[in-house]
């Protein structure tokens, strides 16, 4: 299994909502990573888990909080977003946090209202 | 500023032929580069990878070259099939990035038969 999951596809929430985006991986990775990337621009980095801990926050808006239960899941909470959030979220894993091979999911596309 | 650019936005190739993707970075503590492939509503797919003390590695139809002087990859593909129309990602990193990919903007590859 070299696959990362992620739920749901599509998602569109109001600004005052509060939702979940999902993500799991059974390759036995210990890092796992949440990226951004909004159209025409690429991929850029929100956080990174390792063995389960918050390693890497890159300045990412408290309206987004991170959540790693265990070693195959990895949430994304969002709550109080605004329309300029409006992107596809990308999880992603690796052996280690050493960013040799990610593995990407493939994406929630999310829309705020 | 972009660490790392990829100034075409698309390419178009005819089937069999050499498609050449290029990438140039600005960050000299980049020691490992690699390259990914994304298919619409698809997370990118790890396609290939070099590290800094190499100038070349391939694998299969895939090559990636690079010029650390220039600071400058690129990656060949040859022959190139219908199959290999994507979005090709040229990203970056160094040893203490810590998961931390900077990804270049993207150039959309079309093979036509």
């Known amino acids: 299994d070299t696959e990362v999951t992620q739920t749901p596809k599509h998602l569109v929430m109001g600004m005052t909502n509060k939702k979940s985006l999902k993500c799991e991986q059974h390759?036995?990775?210990?890092?796992m990573y949440w990226y951004k990337q909004k159209a025409k621009k690429p991929p850029e980095l929100m956080f990174v888990?390792?063995?389960?801990?918050?390693?890497i926050n890159e300045s990412v808006p408290s309206r987004f909080s991170p959540e790693c239960p265990n070693s195959s899941l990895l949430n994304l909470h969002l709550h109080a977003l605004q329309p300029e959030d409006s992107a596809l979220y990308l999880c992603?894993?690796?052996?280690?946090?050493?960013?040799?091979?990610?593995?990407f999911g493939s994406g929630t596309q999310l829309s705020v209202l | 500023d972009q660490q790392v650019k990829q100034n075409s936005p698309s390419l178009s190739v005819q089937e069999g032929r050499i498609s050449i993707l290029n990438c140039d970075y600005t960050n000299s503590m980049f020691d490992y580069f690699l390259w990914y492939k994304k298919y619409p509503a698809e997370g990118p797919t790890f396609l290939i990878s070099?590290?800094?003390?190499?100038d070349k590695n391939e694998d299969g139809r895939f090559t990636v070259f690079l010029n650390k002087s220039a600071k400058h990859l690129s990656l060949h593909i040859v022959p190139s099939q219908p199959g290999d129309s994507a979005v090709y990602f040229c990203?970056?990193?160094?040893?203490?990035?810590?998961?931390?990919?900077?990804f270049g903007k993207g150039t959309k590859l079309s093979v036509k038969p």
């Open positions: 990203a970056a990193c160094y040893g203490g990035s810590q998961g931390n990919l900077i």
């Open positions: 070099i590290s800094s003390i190499k």
């Open positions: 390759m036995g990775h210990r890092a």
């Open positions: 992603a894993s690796s052996q280690d946090v050493s960013p040799r091979k990610l593995f």
């Open positions: 888990y390792s063995y389960e801990k918050l390693s």
